[in-house]
């Protein structure tokens, strides 16, 4: 019994001691963000946007409930997107002409800037991968175009899965002694592995062939979203098939929706205007 009683005091000392340390870390912590929430709101009003961001961050990663640090920081960031602006813009017109290598240093101008910023680590990050693999692809020819797709997909803000791994699938099978479409490929497929190994790659057909095959078999079936998906997934990589254009409008037609399969096929009809069956598909009703 006295044992016991012991154990029990003992629990005591202990909880009221760790309940003193706690509240003395706690007064520390305050103390702290309350001077970094001086320094930022100084630099804020001096229009140092970046170190005040940066001292906020602070405060988060001490306390990450405090949504006021995080409302100040976005208030932060509205107010230097216009001096952000012209290095963002050039970044983007690097990385839409397939020069990587010049576009990674703006990336860290951006991050500099804005220092946890999740979307310029996100992208600087993307822009060291892709430039181990391809640093400049400014080519005009197919294969180059689809290397600068598939690239553009993974490193755009909104990713496109299907359309990184399907554009670099392409163009490994245009060019299969690219060595730089090879290693994309390989890339996209461990990126993106859960849409690479449900897309399996059919033997003997590419990858326009394959879907084009599907799309018609879906539409065959009635499923006709699943058809629309790949005739959309070919357009992606081949903007000039018509052959896509009049499977999705055949698509939307049949499911009902005669509005779209027209559009469809008037966009089909301006890149092979003497296509006689897509005068009498717009002439349906």
């Known amino acids: 019994m006295i044992k016991r009683i012991a154990i029990l005091v003992l629990s005591v000392f202990a909880c ?3 309940s003193a340390a706690t509240a003395e870390e706690m007064k520390a912590n305050n103390r702290l963000m309350g001077e970094y929430y001086k320094v930022a709101m100084e630099a804020f009003h001096k229009e140092d946007f970046t170190r ?3 001292h906020w961050n602070e405060i988060l990663k001490i ?30 017109k690097l990385i839409d002409s397939g020069k990587y290598n010049l576009a990674l240093p703006k990336s860290r101008e951006l991050l500099a800037l804005d220092p946890g910023n999740a ?15 391809v640093a400049q692809e400014t080519g005009a020819g197919k294969t180059e175009t689809l290397i600068r797709k598939s690239a553009g997909a993974y490193l755009s803000y909104s990713e496109n899965p299907r359309l990184a791994v399907n554009a670099a699938r392409y163009a490994n099978q245009t060019d299969p002694k690219n060595a730089r479409a090879a290693d994309l490929k390989e890339f996209m497929e461990d990126v993106y592995r859960q849409y690479s190994q449900r897309e399996r790659v059919i033997s003997g057909m590419n990858v326009v062939e394959q879907k084009l095959q599907a799309s018609l078999s879906n539409i065959y079936d009635g499923k006709y979203d699943l058809a629309i998906i790949e005739c959309t997934d070919v357009i992606d990589i081949e903007p000039k098939n018509v052959l896509a254009y009049k499977r999705a409008g055949s698509a939307y037609y049949a499911s ?3 509005k779209k399969a ?3 096929w008037a966009r089909a009809a301006k890149i092979s205007p003497k296509d006689k069956e897509l005068r009498k598909f717009l002439k349906l009703k």
């Open 16 to 18: 009221s001691a760790a």
């Open 52 to 54: 005040a961001i940066s």
């Open 63 to 92: 306390d990450p409930e405090q949504k006021q640090a995080q409302n100040l920081i976005d208030m932060a960031r509205q107010r230097m997107s216009e001096k952000i602006k012209p290095t963002s813009d050039q970044m983007e």
């Open 119 to 133: 979307k310029w680590e996100t992208i600087s990050t993307k822009l060291q991968k892709i430039t181990v693999i």
């Open 256 to 258: 009902g929706n005669k």
């Open 262 to 264: 027209k559009e469809i």
